[in-house]
């Protein structure tokens, strides 16, 4: 209850600041605005922010005939997490990774990318798909798209404020209760900044939560705690193109490959949550490593799902 009360208020943080913005840019006339803004951005969020990340990554969805390997897994893990099936998409990206969005539990969707199923054992998958399912389970998926979503307008507005600074303004808007130009190059700088820690606060507690979650639903942490390093380890290598304000959304952060981004990263270091992982005790598998003998079988299997 109080991780929820705490996301409760960072998601309000979010829409002060573009309440804020439109204080800077219009004074109170661009706060109204900017209030009606954000009240129409929440609830086109929880409506469409799903089919946006998705069309974003050019995300097709699979069918059942299309990835059986990958339909049979979710629906195994689906089952044993109490969650009804939800849709699966693919994103044509060889960086490995993956997200889960969607509005609520009845209107699910994992995706991931090609590269996660060339690259990961089937152990390894699993783990992956256990961790989103927890996403889902434990109802981060609305919050994420809504976050993302409120970012990427804060993001904008700083933008026009930034223009609105260079090309002038600043008398009326002083006279109607704005900031003028200093205020809008303030809130250019800032507002970015400030999105961004929120969003890492949001996601960062989340992720050692559906780190948890998802290994009690897999049954054992091994898989999803190799993955973690098997994602580490190609992070650098395979860096993905992605928006900066959907990055909290993954299992790992897609920017961790780039410098600058790694010091705002959404996501907790890899270290403490497998770190965290490993000291995990389950109960559903037998411990030893196992990982060995149909390591090379289940990755060729993997490997067949992305063509």
Known sequence: MGNQMKTTFLLGLLTAFIVLAGQVMGGSQGMVIALILAAGMNFFSYWFSDKIVLRMYKAQEVTPDEAPQVYETV???AVRAGLPMPKIYIIPEEAPNAFATGRNPEHAVVAVTEGLLK????EEVEGVLAHELAHIKNRDILIGSIAATLAGA????????????IFGGSRRDDEDGGSGIIGMIAMSIMAPIAAMLIQMAISRSREYIADSTGA????NQKGLSDALRKLGAYSDRLPMDANPSTAHMFIVNPLSGKRLMSLFSTHPPLEERI????????ENKEGGSGAGKGEQDAKSMWDNLSR
């Open 75 to 77: 629906k195994k893990l």
């Open 119 to 122: 690259l990961m054992s089937r």
């Open 154 to 165: 804060i993001m904008v507005l700083a933008n026009m404020a930034r223009w609105a600074a």
């Open 216 to 219: 009690s639903i897999a049954g």
């Open 275 to 282: 770190s965290r992982l490993t000291g995990i005790r389950t």
